[in-house]
Each structure stands twice: as structure tokens, then as C-alpha cells.
């Protein structure tokens, strides 16, 4: 795709300083931009590299004005960074609207899907699924029987979204994710085996969620796991049966959240967090990375620790276990003295 600065201006609403009709097709950083490619200058401690960069196009500020000479063509515009991250956004809308069945596909007879279906190679969408406008999905993809979609929802390419799987509006959900998985039910025999235990339960992913790659969110036992409005999750995360996430609750990488846990709206948790199951954490809630949380959580705390505990008694405590060496020898020299002047009085 090729843009002209011309386009570029109109869409951010700027003003051309230089050729209109130069074109880029590629995005890149000041100082590593190219013939035929976009960049843009907000921080000023970057104002050098505006002399030497080879891209084409580069937006700046409107108070921005040259010391000398510049080759590459200036788009002036109110907020440099805001226009840039508005045009990523754009350039991302136009990259993923793709359309239309690819060849080696699967689609049920009983599915019904909006305007704008893309169904990438060898993906396969089951009975009784139903799609909304807008739906994207990508190669190599699998959506089970009874899955309803919403609209404007980006599926990537090799993740699998089991059976009665409900997914609202304007979600994405990166590559090798796995929606509805039986959770982990196992009931022990005498005999010392594991009984499987049915989960026939679903998952329910309410509107604007984003889901990273490779995460797993297990399906209900009875009932539904569920992952409301504006949760964000990072890529490697496991949320087991029937945990429920709040509304707009962000989760770094690699954290385990076991069964039937609730977590409230509006927290934020680390990477690498462990949360034990049948717990209730509240509101506005901040666990730092690597944490383990064993017990309830308050609206508000802020934690740390494993098991985890206040985040600032955490870190009074972690100042003396850091010189724990140094108070036991302090200790020991104190004991000394005490004997040696026991012994001086019995002498």
C-alpha cells in the first residue's frame, strides 16, 4: 500500500512542507527510516536525527521549524506522537480488512455471518455458528459447533474457539488461542486413579477484549468462565473454569488465575502472578509480577510477595532481608559482648 504526503496530510488533517506527491509504503523510526518509508519527530532530544533520516515523510509539530536544510518532506500537525499513533491505527485498519472465503475452507450450512466475512485457508467454522459483520477470522483457525461471534471481531490465524463459545463485539484474540477447553476436573477413586469430571459448561467474552497469544481460558464445569467488557490479556496466561474477570482488569504474561476465582474491575496484575482457586479479589486491586496469592483480596491493596502480603510492608521487609547476613553477624558480635561481661562480673 503507497500513500502520498499529500493522502497523509488530509487524514491527519496537517500541512505539506515539501514535495505533496512523494509516496511511502512503510513505516519506521527517525533514525533507522528509509527512502519510501513514514516517520515522526516528537521528542526533541531526537531533533538531530531530522537532518540525516533518509525517510520520505516525517511528521513534526507545527512549532517545529528546521536550523537547516532537510531532504525528507514535513507533515506539520498539531501533536506529532497523537497523529503517529492515529495513523498506526489507520495503516492497521487498512492492513487487516480482509475479505471474502479463501479456498480449503469449511463452513456448516447452518452458519450465518454478516457483511465483510474473511475466512482464511483451511479454517473451519461449525454448525449452527453465528458471525456478525466485520468478523475476521484467519487461516488455520477452528470455531466450534454453537459459537456466536459479534461484529468487528479479529480471530488470528490458529486459535480454536470451542463449542457454545460466546464472543461479544469488537474483540481480538491473537494467534494459538484456546477458548473453551475443558477445565481441570478430576475426581479421585479409591483405587487411586482420577475420575474425568464433565465440563459442559461455556465461556462468555463480553465487548472490546483482547486476548494474547497462546492464552487458554478453560470452559465453565456448570455455568460460564467468564472475561468482561475491556479486559486486556497478555500472551501465555491460564484462566481456568468458571473464573469471572471484571470489567476493564489488565493481566501481564504468564499469570494463572485456578477455578471459580473472581477477580474485580479495574485491577492491574504482574506477569507471572500465581491466584489460587474459589478466591474473591475486589476492586482496583495491583499485585506485582511474580506474587502468589493464597487468601481474599480487599478493594485497593496493592501486594507483593509470595505469599503475597502489602506492597509496602514488602518493601520495608525486603530492606532488612537484604541485610539479614549483616544482622545476624551484628547479632552474634552483640552476644559475644553480653557473655564476655557476664564472665568479667563472675570473675
Request: hydrophobic share 35%; with cysteine.
Amino acid at each position: 500500500m503507497k500513500f502520498t504526503a499529500e493522502q497523509i496530510a488530509g487524514i491527519l488533517e496537517g500541512q505539506v512542507v515539501g514535495n505533496p506527491n512523494v509516496e511511502v509504503s512503510r513505516l519506521s523510526k527517525i533514525e533507522e527510516g528509509t527512502d519510501g518509508s513514514l516517520t515522526f519527530l516528537a521528542n526533541p532530544k531526537y531533533n538531530n536525527f531530522i537532518y540525516t533520516t533518509k525517510a520520505s515523510v516525517t511528521i513534526v509539530n507545527e512549532s517545529f521549524n528546521p536550523e537547516s536544510e532537510v531532504s525528507t518532506t514535513l507533515i506539520k500537525v498539531e501533536d506529532a506522537y497523537a497523529s503517529f499513533s492515529k495513523l498506526l491505527e489507520f495503516y492497521n485498519q487498512v492492513k487487516l480488512n480482509k475479505n471474502g472465503i479463501e479456498a480449503s475452507t469449511h463452513i456448516s450450512d447452518s452458519t450465518k455471518y454478516g457483511e465483510n466475512l474473511y475466512l482464511g485457508s483451511f479454517s473451519y467454522i461449525g454448525d449452527n455458528v453465528v458471525l456478525g459483520s466485520n468478523v475476521k477470522i484467519y487461516p488455520n483457525s477452528f470455531i466450534g459447533d454453537n459459537v456466536v461471534i459479534g461484529d468487528n471481531v479479529y480471530i488470528f490465524a490458529g486459535s480454536k474457539i470451542y463449542s457454545e463459545t460466546v464472543i461479544g463485539n469488537n474483540c481480538t484474540i491473537h494467534s494459538g488461542t484456546i477458548i473453551g477447553a475443558d477445565g481441570f476436573g478430576f475426581a479421585p477413586t479409591e483405587e487411586g486413579t482420577y475420575n474425568k469430571v464433565p465440563q459442559i459448561g461455556n465461556v462468555i467474552i463480553e465487548d472490546n477484549v483482547d486476548i494474547g497469544a497462546n492464552t487458554t481460558i478453560d470452559r465453565a464445569t456448570l455455568g460460564s468462565t467468564i472475561i468482561r467488557k475491556g479486559v486486556k490479556l497478555d500472551n501465555q496466561i491460564q484462566i481456568a473454569h468458571n473464573v469471572e474477570i471484571g470489567e476493564n482488569t489488565v493481566i501481564a504474561a504468564q499469570t494463572g488465575v485456578a477455578g471459580s476465582t473472581k477477580i474485580g474491575k479495574n485491577c492491574m496484575i504482574g506477569g507471572q502472578v500465581g491466584i489460587a482457586g474459589h478466591l474473591v479479589i475486589g476492586n482496583n486491586v495491583r499485585v506485582q509480577a511474580q506474587s502468589g496469592i493464597g487468601r481474599n483480596i480487599k478493594d485497593d491493596e496493592v501486594l507483593q510477595g509470595s505469599p503475597t502480603f502489602g506492597y509496602t510492608d514488602f518493601s520495608k521487609s525486603y530492606v532488612h532481608f537484604k541485610n539479614l547476613p549483616k544482622i545476624v553477624a551484628e547479632l552474634e558480635d552483640l552476644k559475644k559482648q553480653i557473655l564476655n561481661q557476664k564472665n568479667g562480673n563472675n570473675g
